[in-house]
């Protein structure tokens, strides 16, 4: 007997139409500051502000992308897709944690040729623009912090814009050090540690949206201990073929093989299992295989898959 058990609101439906409109207020700003950004660097002959309006254009990038990938995602499962196109989101954030990679490529390259060659800087406008810029940007994280960062999606977009406005807090206060000492390598040094956070968000990015795409278990959830809670029940024999994955984030999934004594009635014991689950480990999404252990007959697969899980003084099949 097996069932799953799916607890749909229509809270996700609503939270999904309010980021949509965070994301798309960020994107205005950000698009229009940075017209104003390539103006200003062009007047100030400075590449730290025209970088600074190149790396706003990725933030809008992946803004768009984000927008995108929330709009497929919410297709519904059709013929061969049928857990729908959520996968897209994970998609969308390994996209935005490899540009943020790529970035802190260009700018340790930049930044080293920009050592040895310091260009000149006009610093009052770098130091006007920036600030403004910190202001633009202070504002768009504002917008993206109110939508469900829990989606990697969203979260993608947010760290491209929150390393923005470290850039530009960056860059600010190097136009000053500039302006006051005439030091240019300041705008380097500052460039370089813009990419060392980039680097770990990038990384961040990639390793937790890996993670989804490779089916290991959420972060949290600790596959041992689950099958452990749940060959705890009174009426279960042994568990295996368990399997805890994500489709895309906030949307933690298990499968599981249950074997219960002779006697015990399926039905209850499955609709216990999955509220057990849903209550303690917060998995709404479940499909539990409960059959009865019968004298004689092995319950297991031919091909297992993963650690069997049960209590030795009640399982009939041996240590685990």
Not at 96 to 109: R, S
Not at 111 to 124: A, D, Q
Not at 288 to 301: A, F, T
Request: with cysteine; proline share 5%.
């Amino acid at each position: 007997m097996s069932a799953d058990r799916r607890g749909h609101g229509h809270g996700h439906a609503l939270s999904a139409t309010a980021d949509r409109r965070y994301l798309a207020g960020a994107l205005a700003l950000i698009v229009g500051f940075m017209a104003v950004e390539v103006v200003a660097g062009v007047i100030a002959n400075s590449i730290a502000l025209i970088s600074d309006a190149a790396h706003m254009l990725t933030d809008a990038s992946a803004i768009v992308l984000a927008l995108l990938a929330m709009r497929i995602a919410a297709r519904p499962p059709r013929g061969a897709y049928t857990f729908g196109w959520k996968r897209a989101e994970i998609l969308s954030a390994q996209v935005n944690g490899v540009t943020l990679l790529l970035l802190v490529a260009y700018f340790v390259y930049e930044g080293v040729h920009r050592l040895m060659e310091p260009p000149e800087v006009s610093g009052p406008v770098v130091v006007v623009t920036a600030l403004a810029g910190i202001g633009v940007n202070a504002l768009a994280v504002w917008l993206l912090s109110k939508a469900d960062r829990r989606s990697l999606n969203v979260e993608g977009a947010f760290q491209h814009v929150l390393n923005d406005m470290y850039a530009f807090i960056a860059t600010a206060l190097s136009g000053v050090v500039v302006w006051l000492t005439g030091f240019r390598q300041a705008d380097t040094i500052a460039a370089l540690v813009v990419a060392a956070l980039m680097l770990k968000a990038g990384w961040g990015l990639l390793r937790d949206s890996g993670r989804v795409l490779l089916q290991a278990a959420p972060s949290g959830l600790d596959p041992d201990e689950i099958g452990r809670v749940l060959a705890a029940d009174p009426d279960v024999e042994e568990v295996h073929d368990l399997h805890v994955w994500a489709v895309t984030s906030g949307y933690p999934t298990l499968s599981a093989h249950v074997i219960v004594a002779e006697g015990s009635e399926c039905h209850r014991a499955r609709t216990r299992l999955a509220d057990l689950l849903h209550e303690r480990f917060e998995i709404g999404h479940t499909t539990l295989q409960v059959d009865h252990g019968l004298p004689g007959l092995d319950p297991h697969c031919s091909d297992p898959h993963g650690p069997r899980h049960s209590d030795p003084l009640k399982s009939p099949y041996g240590d685990p």
